[in-house]
């Protein structure tokens, strides 16, 4: 089922600050390059409590971003001080509140604890916050309500760019969702001298099974954003080094067949054509076959 999400571009620039809203649900997104938040937190909205992430860029390798995960009862007076913070570096932001005065101290307490614990799970960027900030004790109601609010949450920070939670393993949380398509027959596989590799395509991306290879030779063709991602998928245990090939540790969750397939074969690679059916099907025939 389609969702209904609305964009709104305050100032009119593609790259300026929005507000991001989701049709039948309560809370508010606002995001803002940290050139426009000082004027921007002049809004009524960040007068009231909310949780935010600050993005930056990454100082470790194999990330591409860095976030810090944040929660005040004004959420504009907490982001004031971070903007007169010279050690706080960050280049964007991004508040959730809510529109109806439903989220308490309690509420964002919550929130803000499980996104620092969903985001060091998917391990899909460098994270500032030192600890997993303590859970607030919520009534079951109000937990159902705060895990709805945290799905909207993950649903609009990839539209703005942010992947943090993302994650590029499979955690029990994404495996609930996926577990039926896992079963499907319909897996792709790549099969050469250095690389022994299964995978299906899920709702969730391109999950590469666990116990699949890949070759540790690298050519000079190979994108460096596929480098980047092989060094993190060594670095977060995904891939561990087996003498003379890498052994995927976990299921692994792939944003595209290339991307799988260039990081598998270490050279740049053609997703679609690279991965077959037990038949010898390539995907690209696969899905032109079920396109018509």
């Known amino acids: 089922m389609g969702r209904k999400l609305t964009v709104y571009m305050i100032d009119g620039a593609a790259n300026g600050p929005r507000t991001i809203e989701i049709g039948n649900w309560s809370g508010k997104a606002i995001y803002s390059p940290r050139a426009k938040l000082s004027e921007l937190i002049k809004r009524e909205e960040f007068d009231k409590p909310g949780i935010y ?37 960050f280049s964007e932001c991004i508040i959730f509140i809510s529109k109806d005065e439903m989220l308490t101290k309690s509420h964002i307490k919550y929130l803000e604890s499980r996104l620092v614990e969903i985001a060091v799970q998917a391990k899909n960027a460098e994270i500032e ?15 159902s309500d705060m895990e709805y609010f945290l799905e909207q949450i993950k649903l609009i920070l990839p539209i703005n760019g942010i992947n943090a939670l993302v994650a590029n393993s499979i955690v029990p949380e994404t495996y609930n969702k996926i577990e039926e398509q896992l079963k499907n027959d319909l897996k792709f596989y790549i099969k050469s001298k250095d690389a022994e590799t299964e995978m299906c395509e899920t709702s969730e991306g391109y999950v ?10 690298l050519s000079n063709s190979i994108n460096k954003t596929w480098l980047n991602l092989r060094e993190k998928l060594i670095d977060s245990g995904n ?25 598998i074969m270490g050279r740049q690679s053609s997703g679609p054509a690279e991965w077959k059916t037990k038949n010898g099907k390539s995907y690209k025939e696969i899905t032109e076959e079920n396109s018509k």
């Open 53 to 89: 992430i600050l993005r930056s860029d990454p100082t470790k390798n194999g990330y591409n971003d860095k976030i810090y995960i944040g929660e005040a009862e004004r959420v504009g007076d907490r982001l004031k001080q971070h903007l007169n913070n010279p050690d706080r570096d």
């Open 129 to 143: 916050n030192v600890n997993t900030p303590t859970k607030s004790s919520l009534s079951e109601a109000d937990i």
């Open 208 to 217: 590469v099974f666990k116990g699949s290879t890949a070759t540790k030779q």
């Open 239 to 263: 891939l561990s080094d087996q003498g003379n090939k890498y052994v995927f540790e976990k299921d692994t969750i792939f944003s595209s067949t290339s991307a799988a397939s260039s990081i």
